[in-house]
Every structure is written in structure tokens, then in C-alpha cells.
């Protein structure tokens, strides 16, 4: 009999990958850290002007752990694409067209659970005019302008110095139906590894007997557009409320700060479901910090110190 759980298994086992990337982690990362994009650019020798092409991308912060981590999203496509290093950036990248069409069959059985999912949709329709090379027709042209159009950074300066907008026909976005249903641990694990953390807040208490103390905190943070999303993952994990981080206009947070539920809930969830990128080291030091709390190891000296060291060695005080 048919089911999600023996579909998802039966892809698992029968990919011919050997990453050991589960297939809704490869998703919730996306969901957190990549992006479907359609680039035009200018090129005399191309029908109309412009060289379109389309990519899938992915993040990460530069160190040793996260370069493994994109090496492994790589191998789950089978080697296609390549990572090249941006600043403090890596990003994997994945341009040829056959290629992606594999990527496609992936974010098609594993979908987006964010608003990213609509462009998806916006990107795939481009996919199907470059397949059928309708690109070269004025038609399939203006099409992908259409498309185009209504991404977030929409279309350039250039292009629209050629193509005015009153050119451009407008089409509507599609829309991405909110689901209900609890969500993958898995898909949980790969969003963290993109946009969670963390957090042992170490601070001065003067009514602490050694002055000190600290909280210990895992946040999730996301733009006000994906605030169902984070509401599902509190139904699905069992814990955590929203917050809005002071001074931030248009996103929303959900926070864990409990210790009860950071002891049963949170670091059990992520010692099954592993996170693998660097993030996974600041899970570890966390999850150190959460015990030695619980413990009441920042009520002595020996512990407080500790907890110092554990909270200026982690997240972006991190050393490789
Ligand atoms: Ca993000």
C-alpha cells in the first residue's frame, strides 16, 4: 500500500547518491538558504539581445565543516554543479539544464514548505521554455520577461531600457496553499542548519551570587511571509512561542528558552535528527551549556566559568 513514509524511504534507499543527506534535509535547507533564480544577460550575439539561463543555488558560511556540508548537497545531485567561495561565502551552484531537471525532480517529490515554493513554480515554467528552446521566439521571450518580472529583484536597468515595462505582460503569482500537515524532522533539521540557532546569552546579574548568568535560547527566525511555517514547526516539534525581535520591522522568531523543553525536546530532536553543517558544532556547545544549567552549574564559580567559555567559543565568536 501506498504511503508518504514508504515513498520517502524507497527514494532514500534507492538513490543512487552517496551522500547521507536525507532527502526533506536537502529540501529545508533550500527552504532556508537557497535560491531558484533566472538570469538574463546581455549578450549581442544572442536572439533578442540576452542569454537566459536558469540556477539553483545554495549557501553557506566559509569554514571547513560547511564546505563538507555543500559537498554532500552536491553529491545528493549526484555531482552535478560546482562551489565557489564569495566573500565570506560558499555557494553551490547548479547551471546546466539537464542537471537541473534532476534538481527539479527532487524539490518536485520533496516540496518547498516555504513561500519559496512559489518561485519554484515561476522558475520550473522557464525550465519548460528553455527545453523546447522556446526562448528564441518573441513569444517564449516575453514570457520568461513575464516571469521574470514578479521575482523579488525582478528585472534590470538594462533590460528594461530595451523592454519598457508597458511591454512586459503581467502575470499573476502563484500562490502557495498552507498546509497543515506536521512536517518532516528532517526538513526541521535542514531549515536550522540555514536559519536556526543556538544561543548561550551569557550577561551580568547583580543578583546572581557570582554576578553572573546565563540563558540559554534556540531561535528560528523567519521574514513575516513564512510566519505559518514557524507555527508549524511549534505544533510539530511541541514547544517553543513566537517572538518578534525588537527592532525588527518584518520578521518573526520562534523562541525555545525553557529548560524543561530545551532538555526533552529540543536536544533530543537534534541529537536524532542531526544537523551536520557548522551549526552542529554550536548544537553541541549548546547542548553542554543546557546541562551544566540544568544541573545548577551556574550557581558555582567552576560552572559559570564554563558556561563563559562554552557561550565566547561558539556561533560567531566560532574559530576553525
Ligand atoms: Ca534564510
Known sequence: MWSAATMVNDHYLNSKTNSKLHPWFITGYSDGESSFSIRVRTSPSSRFGFNISIVYSIGAEVNPVNKNLLEQVKE?????????????????????????????????????????????????????????????????????LSLKSVFPKGLSDKLLEVYPKESILLITKPVLEPS?????????????????????????????????????????????????VLNRIIETMGCGTIV???????????SVANLADLVTIIIP?????????????????????????????????KGLNELKYLAYAMNTYRKF
Open 76 to 144: 545528493y545531485f549526484t555531482g552535478a554543479g560546482s562551489i565557489s567561495k564569495s566573500g565570506n561565502m560558499y555557494y553551490y551552484e547548479i547551471t546546466s539544464l539537464k542537471s537541473l531537471i534532476n534538481v527539479r525532480k527532487h524539490f518536485e517529490e520533496f516540496p518547498l514548505q516555504t513561500t519559496k515554493f512559489v518561485h519554484f513554480k515561476l522558475w520550473c515554467k522557464v525550465m519548460d521554455i528553455l527545453e523546447n528552446k522556446e526562448q528564441l521566439t518573441k513569444p517564449g521571450f516575453d514570457r520568461i
Open 180 to 228: 497543515k500537515t506536521p512536517l518532516d524532522p528532517n526538513w526541521i533539521a535542514g531549515f536550522v542548519q540555514a536559519d536556526g540557532t543556538f544561543g548561550l546569552n551569557y550577561t551580568k546579574q547583580v543578583r546572581m551570587k557570582h554576578g553572573y548568568t546565563c540563558q540559554p535560547q534556540f531561535r528560528i527566525t523567519q521574514h513575516e511571509r513564512d510566519l505559518i
Open 244 to 254: 518578534k525581535p525588537s527592532g525588527d520591522r518584518d520578521r518573526y522568531s520562534i
Open 269 to 301: 530532536f537534534f541529537e536524532k535528527y542531526p544537523i551536520y553543517g557548522a551549526k552542529h558544532l554550536d548544537f553541541l556547545d549548546f547542548f553542554k551549556g543546557v546541562y551544566i544549567l540544568k544541573n545548577k552549574g551556574h550557581l558555582t564559580s
